[in-house]
């Protein structure tokens, strides 16, 4: 035992030396993945749901984890109330039976969410229908409805992403679900077309003779399939500007574009493995080119050093394909912890990756998978984040290109006394459009003649939603300086106010 605490000891100091040694950005996104499909949820009672939630989201946020993606629709189906799917088998263990009390789970993870200023991403799996063939659909599923949309491939059933009528059916539910949540983003993942079964053709010729060959895709299948994802994106983008301008859409594609080896025009990575623009009919660059997506989170699972898929070089790779959109680093928690430094075996390699995320031009952020394993600490991850790379909080990256104006300053800010103690107060800035409002607050604390430095994330004590903040009060002999600024939906930061106190 001693020598393990030893190790860890050593590991830890061996973190934080890499951590002091760069700058820990003001903005950065730092996100997890909550996938509800592993089960986790199923099955708990309201409160137990709740209870497990709230402990999660606690644990994160002292992470400094500033957003949550969390899986509402995993097999067309609904985390939340919906009259266009049946709620999900995977919150009460049967498709199409509500949750006790009429409660809805997705506002609630929103509202915990909001609590701590974390962004609330709904995620959605756009095609899949059913993991396992042999699982129940609820009598209500759109599929007893309109069983021609639909196609089966290997064991489970899909939307055929073919059918206009499957994309009209998927705009409705994130329509519903943009209107009527106070959601920051939608979120894809991995799963446009399947990933290929070896020797079996996914079964859509009967779609591609009826929309594909009239539309002049004759002999170019895959084109066409490709053309069907496209337009389910570009439309989506739409519908969620034309909703919600405020909302965020944003993809997590598979880790690979395309191989090098494989494209005419050499615009893919030096590696070897499934490929997104021809397994997976994901155009992932077309989309972030023509800004129909906001935001690009590639899982980049791989470790450095990997001789398919070195995780170094798609960090790179990507980069350079940004075109001036956001660009996060899907991180896999517990293969990150399970290969060493490959100058260091006696540390793993949760320091190279984190400076790889911080030093590689245009890399705004990470995205941890999982969410379950990481709260698991493998390797001492959680505790590093907590400790080092994510010491202090964290704004989210600016996007400017959907908005970059910022709002006003906040209005009467003073210090005092009250029932509930010594308190900074402010008054919310005024406005009209809702994207001119302010949604949090920043409030920073320098000593009393230093240099005020907004850019500086160590002089943040809190983000928050509230219009006061509780001063720590000693002798009142010493002087600080107190800045609030207020934030929008977009986290455009408004001019300072400030107050001299003695604390």
């Known amino acids: 035992m001693k020598i393990k605490a030893l190790l860890a000891t050593l590991l830890m100091v061996g973190y934080s030396l890499f951590s002091t040694a760069h700058t820990i950005p003001k903005r950065e996104f730092r996100g997890v993945w909550i996938h509800t499909l ?21 644990e994160f946020h002292e992470a400094g984890i500033n957003a949550i993606l969390f899986q509402v629709r995993p097999e067309a189906d609904a985390f939340y109330s919906s009259k266009l799917e049946p709620w999900s088998r995977f919150l009460t263990g049967t498709q199409g039976v509500a949750p006790e009390g009429g409660w809805d789970p997705m506002a609630f993870v929103i509202e915990e969410c909001h609590k701590r200023c974390m962004e609330f991403h709904a995620w959605v799996n756009p095609y899949r229908v059913q993991l396992n063939i042999k699982s129940k659909l609820a009598p209500t599923h759109i599929y007893y409805q309109h069983p021609e949309w639909f196609v089966e491939y290997g064991n489970q059933r899909y939307f055929n992403p073919g059918m206009p009528q499957s994309r009209e059916f998927i705009n409705k539910v994130i329509k519903d679900i943009v209107s009527r949540y106070d959601v920051d983003a939608i979120h894809m993942d991995d799963y446009f077309y399947p990933y290929p079964i070896a020797g079996k053709e996914f079964p859509d010729e009967e779609a591609f003779q009826k929309y594909g060959v009239p539309d002049g895709f004759v002999g170019q299948k895959d084109n066409w399939r490709r053309s069907n994802v496209n337009s389910l994106i570009r439309e989506l983008h739409e519908t969620i500007r034309e909703t919600k301008p405020w909302v965020k859409f944003g993809v997590s594609p598979f880790g690979i574009y395309r191989n090098k080896k494989n494209t005419p025009d050499g615009i893919g990575s030096e590696t070897n493995g499934l490929q997104n623009y021809d397994q997976l009919y994901a155009d992932v ?23 398919a898929a070195d995780h170094e070089t798609l960090v790179n790779w990507w980069a350079a394909y940004s075109y001036d959109r956001p660009f996060f680093i899907g991180q896999d928690v517990e293969r990150t912890v399970k290969f060493a430094d490959l100058n260091n075996p006696n540390i793993s390699q949760i320091p190279r990756k984190m400076q790889l995320s911080r030093t590689t031009p245009n890399v705004s952020g990470n995205c941890f998978w999982s969410g379950k394993a990481l709260l698991g600490d493998p390797g001492n991850f959680l505790t590093v984040l907590k400790k080092n790379y994510q010491s202090y909080p964290a704004l989210q990256p600016k996007f400017s290109f959907i908005d970059d104006k910022a709002p006003k300053s906040v209005r009467k800010l003073k210090a005092k006394w009250t029932a509930e103690g010594y308190l900074l107060t402010w008054r919310e800035p005024k406005a009209t459009e809702e994207m001119d409002k302010a949604a949090i607050y920043c409030v920073y604390r320098f000593e009393n003649k230093e240099k005020i430095n907004l850019e ?18 000693d002798l009142g ?24 106190i003695k604390l």
């Open 38 to 58: 592993n089960g986790d949820y199923t099955g708990k009672s309201p409160q137990e749901f709740k209870t497990y939630l709230i402990s999660q989201l606690n």
């Open 285 to 307: 660059l077309l989309w972030i080119r023509n800004g129909w997506v906001d935001y690009n989170i590639p899982q980049i699972y791989w470790e450095i050093g990997n001789k």
């Open 456 to 473: 500086d994330p160590s002089k943040i004590v809190t983000i928050t939603r509230d219009c006061f903040y509780k001063l720590p009060y």
């Open 477 to 500: 002999k010493v002087k600080y300086r107190y800045v609030v600024t207020a934030l929008d939906r977009l986290q455009n930061e408004s001019k300072m106010e400030s107050k001299k």
